[in-house]
């Protein structure tokens, strides 16, 4: 089945921790996002790419970094530098000029 | 700037009873509009998207919007609820972003809660 693949569904960071959230898709499409959401505050985009091996900073970057090696991997450490990254990750991909963007189920990272 | 505004952030309607839940948008030219909803502890299901054309779109699960221009609006409707209807919905508009390449704004979300 084609579709978007994020994991763990779960993820606990230590205080000075990096962690690594990962996003896989099989659609075959060229640009993936990184949207992060907190209760009340809609969808805030942190990074995304339109190709690989290029990425762009969204609205909330600070304290997060990614990596497009892959057309289907785009991987996002939330570092020591994010001081509140209790929130629920999602990964995104599209297809074509209209952006069509398509979900995966997401990633709930808390703090230890 | 874009922006997207979904007034109500909590509605509850009867299970049979229709639903129209509100979005208006603030875009220079003529954008490109979505809907998707969102159950608890899941990612966004896309339920209609709307690029030009017919004003009245349909989508998945018998929803439909509608794009008035004039009022900047594109909501959403859905003539009888369903329990399993409850859920939260985000509208979004493409915008450009950086540039030629569009991306999506989305609106802060209505959660949908369904009486028996």
């Known amino acids: 089945d084609g579709g978007i693949t994020q994991s763990p569904k779960y993820l606990f960071r230590k205080e000075g921790q990096n962690v690594t959230l990962s996003c896989e898709q099989n659609?075959?499409?060229?640009?993936m996002y990184w949207y992060r959401q907190d209760p009340g505050q809609g969808l805030r985009l942190i990074y995304y790419?339109?190709?690989?091996?290029?990425?762009q900073k969204g609205d909330i970057a600070e304290g997060y970094s990614v990596s497009r090696e892959k057309k289907e991997s785009f991987p996002l450490t939330v570092t020591s530098a994010q001081k509140n990254p209790t929130a629920f990750y999602l990964c995104?991909?599209?297809?074509?000029?209209?952006?069509?963007?398509?979900f995966g189920a997401g990633t709930r990272l808390s703090v230890l | 700037a874009q922006s997207v505004t979904q007034p109500d952030i909590h509605i509850t309607v009867s299970e049979g009873a229709s639903l129209e839940l509100r979005c208006n948008y603030s875009?220079?030219?003529?954008?490109?509009l979505f809907w998707y909803v969102q159950s608890p502890g899941q990612g966004l299901q896309l339920l209609l998207k709307?690029?030009?054309?017919?004003?009245l779109v349909q989508g998945i699960k018998g929803f439909e919007a509608e794009f008035k221009r004039s009022q900047s609006s594109f909501n959403l409707r859905k003539p009888s609820v369903h329990w399993s209807d409850a859920a939260e919905y985000f509208c979004?508009?493409?915008?450009?972003?950086?540039?030629?390449?569009?991306?999506?704004?989305f609106g802060k979300g209505t959660k949908l809660s369904v009486k028996p």
């Open positions: 995104a991909s599209a297809e074509g000029a209209k952006n069509i963007q398509y």
């Open positions: 659609l075959n499409h060229d640009a």
């Open positions: 790419s339109q190709i690989v091996n290029d990425f």
């Open positions: 875009y220079g030219a003529t954008p490109y």
């Open positions: 709307y690029f030009s054309g017919d004003t």
């Open positions: 979004a508009v493409g915008a450009n972003y950086g540039g030629s390449q569009r991306n999506l704004i």
